[in-house]
């Protein structure tokens, strides 16, 4: 069974620049999460999506960064435009629909932002 | 003060030895308890779930949560060089139908030596 893909594995960009990053889950699960760590910082969260629609998005650092979900399936996270603090590693997080909590988080390997 | 505290160490052990890893944490509310393993380069990988107090075991580790103590541990025993990894801990106060929000330490990276 495949595991959560994540794509550009590693991203080089100008500040001001546009980067979207690609999240494709583990078939079959409901909920897809997006975490960010920063260099020396820990990983935190950004958002939760229930198939297509957000479930809370109280991670998310501010409107220059837009994620989605159409379709329930894979997700993007666009960042525009970027800034030189937005440099990190960005995870992206999958698990079946819970009923009760297991924390079984299935993540990919990240993908890498570098800002310019 | 941060939610979760955790020493980013590096930690480096001998073979076979014994290791202890833990966290420390503020926030009352956190209810689940999680270890994740991450390789260089690669993602977590969920290693341990705990809810509430108590120890749990899972071959060569052992998880323990002292909510009395805001504090939970992790044990390797014979720990082997496959075990070098930094090692997450995560926290999250929600369950069910909403928000999965893990508040994570910022790992402790382990360093098995043959």
């Known amino acids: 069974e495949a595991g959560v893909t994540q794509f550009p594995s590693h991203s080089v960009i100008e500040k001001g620049q546009t980067v979207t990053l690609r999240c494709d889950p583990i078939s079959g699960h409901d909920n897809l999460y997006w975490y960010r760590r920063v260099m020396g910082k820990e990983i935190k969260f950004l958002l939760h999506?229930?198939?297509?629609?957000?479930?809370?998005e109280s991670g998310m650092p501010n409107n220059r960064f837009l994620a989605e979900r159409t379709g329930g399936t894979y997700s993007t996270l666009k960042v525009q435009p970027a800034e030189l603090e937005d440099s990190g590693v960005y995870f992206c997080a999958s698990s079946h629909i819970q009923g009760r909590s297991t924390g079984e988080l299935f993540f990919g390997e990240g993908s890498r932002l570098t800002v310019l | 003060q941060k939610e979760v505290e955790q020493d980013p160490g590096p930690l480096s052990v001998p073979e076979g030895a014994i290791v202890s890893l833990n966290c420390t944490y503020s926030n009352s509310a956190f209810q689940y308890f999680m270890w994740y393993r991450q390789y260089s380069r690669k993602g977590p990988e969920l290693l341990m779930y705990t809810y509430s107090s108590g120890n749990k075991e899972d071959g060569r580790f052992t998880a323990q949560v002292d909510k009395s103590s805001k504090y939970i541990s992790l044990f390797i025993r014979d720990s082997q060089p496959s075990d070098s990894a930094t090692y997450l801990c995560?926290?999250?106060?929600?369950?069910?139908?909403?928000?999965?929000?893990?508040?994570f330490g910022k790992g402790t990276k382990l360093s098995v030596i043959p």
């Open positions: 999506f229930v198939k297509e629609s957000k479930q809370d």
């Open positions: 995560a926290m999250s106060a929600n369950s069910g139908a909403g928000s999965y929000q893990l508040t």
